[in-house]
Nanobody, 124 residues
């Protein structure tokens, strides 16, 4: 069973930085597109960063230039480096593994795998 587990959330002041980590079970992360999404209270879920197996990286406009997604496939870990944090970045952040190729779709039957989330609070 494929699982992803986030860590690294916490309380940070505006303008500060945090790095979130996402560990994936098994030696499978290189087979999956990986992404980070967030959900703030009363708001819909927003995908903020994605990294495909082909190397394509995308960011939402709200975090572009401030957040960086990276992956270490040999460690089965994906990171989200968050700089210049703002109060509006406060949210529960979720890591997800998305099958973007035939091999990955066989493993999860086409389903994405989501973690439980890690809370990020930006406040002075």
């Amino acid at each position: 069973q494929v699982q992803v587990v986030e860590s690294g959330g916490g309380l940070v002041q505006p303008g500060g930085s945090l790095r979130l980590s996402c560990a994936m079970s098994g030696s499978l992360s290189k087979l999956f597109a990986m992404g980070w999404s967030r959900q703030a209270p009363g708001k819909s879920r927003e995908t903020v960063a994605t990294s495909s197996t082909g190397g394509d990286i995308n960011y939402s406009d709200s975090v572009k230039g401030r957040f960086t997604i990276s992956r270490e496939n040999d460690k089965n870990t994906v990171y989200l480096q968050m700089n210049s944090l703002k109060s509006e970045d406060r949210a529960m952040y979720y890591c997800h593994a998305d099958p973007d190729n035939w091999y990955a779709r066989q493993i999860t039957r086409g389903a994405s795998v989501w973690g439980q989330g890690t809370q990020v609070t930006v406040s002075s």
